[in-house]
């Protein structure tokens, strides 16, 4: 695969910027709210480690949602398929905090990436880790090789002081038996969670595993084999909420977005790449971030389909 | 690739066969419940026309919801994106013949797939086509290069005499405006496609457009690139009812399965594959032929995760 | 009850006749559009057979749903208690004409006057009477003492070449079972009994039993004093789709309201009243009619409650 | 109305002690799963002051949600018709408990019997009332006419270790912006009230002003006249959960039940009774308490069908 990826890179980044930048920034805590709309960022990372860059790469950014992809992947890594015992992996068909389902569904949640399901997930960490905190935060940052990666807890405070739908999840799981460990203590670890910044080029340097088979550039195991292609599936099926469907028709890449503007998507055998652009489209994903990969994909004729 | 598909088809193929074979055949309809549960057949054909096969692979089985895949690209072929002012592209989270979301969106399918979209799908090729019938089976017999495939009345007309659950279907699309045609004409047609035979063999070599940009063996375009890979993002986050997301997370590979025990499946830019076995599991999909496809991508490595 | 009944119902006529005319007509078929909406008219009889009227109270309408009231009792009369195997007697909290409930109820309609119900009840009539169209008419001429009364096939045919909707609903039920008759033979006696058409002096005295205890003014039994008050709490809970709770707290009576623009209600042990005015609210009830008979029981001081 | 009622009670309770005592006993909290599920106990109380009883009628149990009729009362006094723009007044055709219906409707209950419209009820009286729990009980207590009722904390206090049903009922509706005080504070109120105790003999008492066109016995009026008719109507129709339909159809009383095991209903115009007997049917309501009801309205001939 010798393509050119710098000069694809500045020919789409051009175009998007050039382009409408539409959408709202999400606002219901100010300290998503007072980010630049304009800021917009692209790296790639691909599995024999060149790293292509352009615009805003280096300035951190709320991962929000993205970094449920790296609980996923810990408690995974822990529980192994007895996760699936606590949710499923089939995609929703309703809004990403929907309680209808949860509650056809009896508290099992459909997939690890809507609220519910996320949350989920970290009761099951809260649970198997011995120091929470301590030690998600040493998972991510030995993920990312990022040492001085780190909670912003001004953000997850913002977020507890308006999470009433998160409450309203936290609590209908445990109703249905689905959250081991007290609502509240499991609620704030998820706002910890999410409050993780990072740039693009460590958030694409931190997905890189995804692409290559579950293994760090290093060649350490994050995952096995079996275990990074579940989890890639995962993301193709409900990484975006309910436009799931159409990024995987525009795009076609395994991915995750997050509600700061951030995306984060994998080429499995190829590259990860991790975008950020504040405005979000009606879905609640990043404007420019699903339209700068729809070009991409289509541009260099890769996606995996 | 080097892979020695013929050894690990055998290899697979034995220890399926091996193990049990637990479900139902679909038995709603006489010409379905006959068929012998204990039928296996499988055939892989790459895109440098390579064909491997093993089993009950040359005898023609009721394809069923697979033949949605060529009516839909048909459709696609000749609405291009103005398709999708009349059906979306997202999983639908319910069974395939539920009324709860059409009724909330309003008489908009989720997708193709479904029964609703799919004979949406037929009541636009009914409109675009001049003789329905006879210009559809052209298509799919110019796809499969099969001149000799058609339709089975018999299974049709039975399909018509219980399909009660369709005909609702049909005429509550048509109560939201979004049939054009006599509901009646389009529900024949729809059982019509759902009525054709092929052989694993023959289901392989038709569905290896998908795994080639579009284009037949010969060179020849069914669906340019771009279609092709939308085809199969929405096989991929659809193609298996409300099973989508567990068969995306075992198999990765984009496919659609029918009521007969077929499934279809392709690894673009590699090959296609078809697999028959009745017995269906408890989400309708043939027992064998998911246990084959994910022991089969284990085993050789390869899916688009 | 010394009630001066023709006084209230002049004094609140004028009143109502003098504020606004608002809603729609119902225009779905021909027949009920080209109604001229300044229409309305009531007619009070005591169970004494004290008749009052006003307005346009003698022109007959099309009573459409009003009538579903009528085959009830009469499937009741044949089957009693065991009619409730095929439907229950709950409100639906959904629209007249929704299919959701019935697929989480898995074919059992919530009660006999959402459409899917009243379907049931005409299958039932269709099964149970020897000749289902002429026995249902000489039953409700019987009740009536109308003995011209007949069904308006122009009405029937429309309804019937537009009734996609409820194509569906029949169809649904009979893939849950529900339907005993051919879909298009239920479905087509089920719009002739909606094609009745009554003016509200004859209306009032048909629905006297109800408030009468089961009996006719001349002393014979249509129900048995059971059955007509469990009638009545059907009315009661249900009679106006999903504005029966709004209903019975502003009216506080037992009723049920026509696409027509009819109203009956009845207070039992007192009068029945029939009203006619053909500009429906956004509920699908009658404007005037419902406005009438807040104000009317208002003004008496007599409701139920 | 010269019905020997204490003979018909005595008759009606044998009859119903003899029989089955089917269905369970609340547990979900220590305090009401250890009540003698033998328990029985009626009282009726005329509007002109009779008072007829029998069994245990004078000890007092666990009113539960029979207690939403007095803070609605109140809250309707405070607001009147305002009320209204924060809930509806029509059946829910779901659970008491179920978060689905609160989803589709954006916040806004459907009636303030389910649990969603009892919990914005408290909102209201929170904001309204200067000291909430004080004012409350004395409004309680005026209307029943019993000075020494009041809140019991260790009900209130148990509720509340595993009411996470309504914790998630309680934030899902501030999501929506429908409850204006701190979740948690509200949440304790309501579960004070629902924990509040009366016997048959009060609670009888308690409730004789909606039989009595919102007037005490002693003539002092709690509502108007079209106050109480309205809170009829909707006992009438969304007291009894989803078995409200049936209720009205088998009893026909505008009543409430509790999960203690208690019933209060009027005849308007007429009586207010009182039930209590602690085992529940399946919809959630007193089993004997239901079947008792359903004999005495046969029995007296009288109900408001």
């Given at each position: 695969m010798q393509t050119n990826y710098q000069e694809i890179l500045n020919h789409i980044y051009d175009i998007v910027k050039a382009g409408d930048n539409l959408g709202y920034v999400a606002s219901y805590i100010p300290e998503l709210a007072t980010v630049d709309p304009e800021k917009f960022g692209v790296t790639l990372t691909t599995i024999d480690e060149q790293v292509y860059s352009v615009g805003d790469y280096q300035e951190r950014?709320?991962?929000?949602?993205?970094?449920?992809?790296?609980?996923?992947?810990?408690?995974?890594?822990?529980?192994?398929?007895?996760?699936?015992?606590?949710?499923?992996?089939?995609?929703?068909?309703?809004?990403?905090?929907?309680?209808?389902q949860l509650e056809y569904d009896l508290g099992i949640p459909r997939n690890p990436f809507i609220n519910a399901g996320a949350i989920v997930i970290c009761d099951v960490l809260y649970t198997e880790l011995e120091h929470p905190y301590e030690d998600l935060l040493a998972y991510i940052r030995h993920v990312s090789d990022c040492p001085n990666l780190t909670y912003n807890s001004i953000i997850a405070n913002s977020e507890k002081s308006v999470g009433y739908?998160?409450?309203?999840?936290?609590?209908?799981?445990?109703?249905?038996?689905?959250?081991?460990?007290?609502?509240?203590?499991?609620?704030?670890?998820?706002?910890?969670?999410?409050?993780?910044?990072?740039s693009c080029e460590e958030l694409s340097r931190t997905f890189l595993f995804l692409a290559n088979h579950g293994q760090k550039i290093n060649g350490e195991e994050i995952l096995n084999i079996g275990q990074a292609k579940r989890i890639n599936a995962i993301m193709q099926t409900c990484g975006f909420y309910d436009e799931a469907g159409d990024f995987a028709y525009k795009v076609g890449l395994p991915g995750k977005s997050g509600v700061g503007g951030g995306i984060a998507a994998v080429l499995p055998g190829a590259y990860s790449i991790a975008l950020w652009s504040p405005r979000l489209n009606e879905k609640g994903n990043s404007y420019r971030g699903v339209k700068f990969l729809e070009f991409f994909t289509t541009k260099t004729g890769h996606s995996i389909f």
């Open positions: 950014f709320s991962i929000q949602s993205i970094a449920k992809v790296l609980s996923l992947s810990l408690a995974y890594k822990l529980l192994g398929v007895h996760l699936w015992d606590r949710l499923g992996v089939e995609p929703s068909g309703n809004p990403f905090n929907s309680l209808v739908r998160n409450i309203a999840v936290t609590n209908f799981l445990k109703s249905f038996g689905n959250i081991e460990n007290e609502a509240e203590e499991v609620l704030e670890f998820y706002f910890h969670l999410c409050s993780i910044q990072m």
